[in-house]
């Protein structure tokens, strides 16, 4: 027999007097030799399994569970010492943080005989950390005894690693659902709606139910279905996919533009695109208007003078000479402010506007230099062409009809045929030309302008021609009755044309309305006076009659509009006006009022003699008409 059998003989004998002294005392010594004992039964390569080992494996006696061995990653993950462990129980150093896992595994253990996979428990350390293991455990023989081998899983990374993405997927769960733009998640290959947020839904106009087990095909989202090609092969070659401006298409076939970014995550070993769309379609627009804003004026819709200097300053080369200027003057524009309000002064820029851009050329740039006045910029053009382009503005000016007076408007002329000449030389020059012609043009302006508001007149209230005529004859009567001196009778003359020239203010729908008119309607009514005025002081033909057409409505009592001026504080001419105007209208009447006879219209005059007539005018204007 060899020394190893040998051994072995020797080692059986010592186990089988361990044996009898096993029922004779149960001591923990017995124990650590008996451990002793087995450890040394134990083949080479159990033992460096054993150890070796990273998870924690403990040999314990089947009986009462106390500890035979332990390895080295058991010491290092319970945190105890070999000494610390070796005979005692796992209840005696209180290892199971639940006895109830404890006795549940030994009560299947009972059943089966062993436990593969046993499902996760529960240990505590020295320090007092509870962690989570899973277990699998088998019985052994050694020296003839029973012993439980107990190999665990220390799980406690990969448990905080599940809760760390439960918690990422539930943050991205609430950021995904909550988030303000609208986020879609769908297969990478067919464009499968896998995920949408309510904010998706509402740009789309879809509600979930329509939405989700379709494809973006279906739904026809993708205007251009290439786009998306062009996105799944940026995505598969890794290319960033950012802020892509594209058309989506909602619910009802709108088109609308989007800012599209996307990232390629995995869900369930499928490919996904998770897509981010913000709808940009009226930021778009407002962005285009703030651009145009910021080159053209925007009431006319012409370039401003901002834009206009950087292309002088850019187009100022020898290549585009020669260079030509024209400035305008739109003639009237306070007139008509003062006399209709800043809309209708509003619509005269408009019209001229118009007319400047349909008479120059493609190239050519018009601008709003300030107030009403315009200036064009001619690149490539003599004077020669210069001058017909302007004289097709001045003609056109001519026939615009939807305003209230013809539309006159003053313009100048220069060229630049050189570089030596500066262009703000060439803008002056244009701009002394105009003031030139302005000043020359002032007296047939001016004639113009009192044909046009007569014109307007007529056209736009009940007084006509005849009307006109017939007061005028009236009132000059009364004046040479009184002795009016020549100048107060051509005074009186205009303001027989003239004194409601403040009605063309008036809309139709109150001047031609034949029920009485509300409160409201006539205090706006009343205001033709002031009107007239305005209009008045703005034109140095009618100054001399501004005041008598502000007061022709006083009453001799103090009782008119609209100061309320008494007696002979009212123009004389003003009070002529009063029973002039008063017979005539009675006798022609009005949509409001019928006509009735001269005798009648007399009689109600001599009624109002000394309340709303001056009753010496009115014993001589009876006299006359009588």
């Known amino acids: 027999m060899n020394d190893e059998n040998k051994t072995q003989e020797q080692l059986i004998e010592e186990l089988t007097e361990l044996r009898q002294r096993v029922n004779e005392l149960e001591s923990a010594e017995i124990y650590r030799q008996l451990a002793e004992a087995a450890l040394k039964l134990s083949e080479e390569r159990f033992f460096k399994a054993f150890q070796c080992n990273p998870d924690p494996i403990t040999i314990t006696t089947l009986g009462e569970g106390r500890y035979v061995e332990v390895n080295d990653a058991f010491v290092e993950t319970t945190g105890y010492e070999r000494n610390e462990i070796i005979g005692c129980t796992a209840v005696e150093i209180n290892i199971w943080a639940n006895l109830e896992e404890r006795d549940r595994m030994f009560r299947k253990l009972r059943e089966q005989g062993y436990i593969h996979r046993g499902g996760e428990v529960n240990f505590r350390t020295k320090s007092g950390e509870i962690r989570p293991f899973l277990f699998s455990t088998e019985i052994i023989d050694m020296g003839g005894f029973p012993h439980l081998l107990f190999v665990t899983k220390d799980i406690t990374s990969l448990k905080q690693a599940e809760s760390a993405l439960r918690l990422s997927e539930d943050k991205f769960s609430k950021a995904f659902n909550a988030s303000p733009s609208s986020m879609l998640i769908t297969s990478l290959e067919g464009g499968?709606?896998?995920?949408?947020?309510?904010?998706?839904?509402?740009?789309?106009?879809?509600?979930?139910?329509?939405?989700?087990?379709?494809?973006?095909?279906?739904?026809?989202?993708?205007?251009?279905?290439?786009?998306?090609e062009l996105v799944k092969q940026m995505i598969l070659y890794k290319q960033p996919v950012r802020d892509m401006e594209i058309?989506?298409?909602?619910?009802?076939?709108?088109?609308?533009?989007?800012?599209?970014?996307?990232?390629?995550?995995?869900?369930?070993?499928?490919?996904?695109?998770?897509?981010?769309?913000?709808?940009?379609?009226?930021?778009?627009?407002?962005?285009?208007?703030?651009?145009?804003?910021?080159?053209?004026?925007?009431?006319?819709?012409?370039?401003?003078?901002?834009?206009?200097?950087e292309e002088l300053q850019r187009l100022d080369t020898e290549r585009q000479l020669p260079i030509s200027?024209?400035?305008?003057?739109?003639?009237?524009?306070?007139?008509?402010?003062?006399?209709?309000?800043?809309?209708?002064?509003?619509?005269?820029?408009?019209?001229?506007?118009?007319v400047l851009n349909r008479s120059c050329r493609k190239e050519d740039i018009a601008a709003r230099w300030g107030g009403d006045e315009f200036i064009i910029l001619l690149p490539r053009c003599d004077s020669l062409s210069a001058t017909r382009i302007m004289e097709r503005v001045r003609s056109?000016?001519?026939?615009?009809?939807?305003?209230?007076?013809?539309?006159?408007?003053?313009?100048?002329?220069?060229?630049?045929?050189?570089?030596?000449?500066?262009?703000?030389?060439?803008?002056?020059?244009?701009?002394?030309?105009m003031y030139r012609n302005k000043l020359m043009e002032s007296r047939s302006i001016r004639s113009s302008f009192l044909n046009s508001l007569e014109n307007t007149l007529w056209t736009r209230s009940h007084e006509t021609k005849e009307h006109c005529k017939r007061i005028q004859e009236t009132a000059q009567k009364i004046g040479r009755a009184i002795n009016l001196p020549e100048s107060e009778m051509d005074n009186l003359r205009l303001l027989s044309a003239l004194h409601d020239i403040g009605k063309i203010a008036i809309t139709n729908n109150i001047l031609d309305k034949?029920?009485?008119?509300?409160?409201?309607?006539?205090?706006?009514?009343k205001k033709h006076t002031e009107v007239g005025y305005r209009i008045a002081i703005s034109s140095p033909e009618m100054v001399p009659v501004a005041q008598a057409i502000l007061h022709h409505h006083e009453h001799w009592d103090g009782r008119g509009y609209p100061m309320g001026l008494k007696g002979e504080d009212i123009p004389l001419i003003s009070r002529i006006i009063a029973i002039a105007d008063a017979q005539d209208v009675m006798v022609t009447g009005r949509p409001y009022q019928a006509a009735i006879s001269n005798e009648e219209a007399c009689q109600e005059i001599e009624r109002c003699s000394g309340t709303q007539f001056d009753p010496e005018l009115v014993r001589i204007a009876m006299e006359i008409l009588l």
């Open 396 to 433: 056109s000016c001519k026939y615009i009809n939807d305003l209230p007076i013809q539309t006159i408007i003053s313009l100048g002329l220069a060229s630049k045929n050189s570089l030596k000449k500066n262009m703000m030389d060439v803008i002056k020059e244009a701009e002394e030309k």
């Open 192 to 228: 499968r709606f896998i995920a949408v947020n309510d904010r998706c839904c509402q740009m789309l106009g879809y509600s979930q139910e329509e939405i989700m087990d379709c494809t973006t095909i279906d739904m026809g989202c993708w205007v251009k279905p290439s786009e998306r």
């Open 514 to 525: 034949p029920q009485k008119l509300t409160p409201e309607e006539w205090e706006y009514v």
């Open 325 to 354: 200027l024209i400035m305008g003057d739109v003639n009237g524009l306070k007139l008509i402010n003062d006399a209709l309000g800043h809309q209708e002064g509003d619509k005269l820029l408009i019209a001229v506007a118009d």
């Open 247 to 309: 058309y989506f298409k909602i619910k009802g076939g709108e088109q609308r533009l989007v800012s599209y970014s996307a990232e390629a995550i995995e869900i369930d070993g499928e490919a996904c695109l998770l897509s981010i769309v913000t709808d940009i379609t009226e930021s778009k627009k407002a962005q285009e208007e703030i651009n145009y804003l910021s080159f053209h004026d925007k009431l006319t819709g012409l370039y401003n003078r901002a834009y206009f200097e």
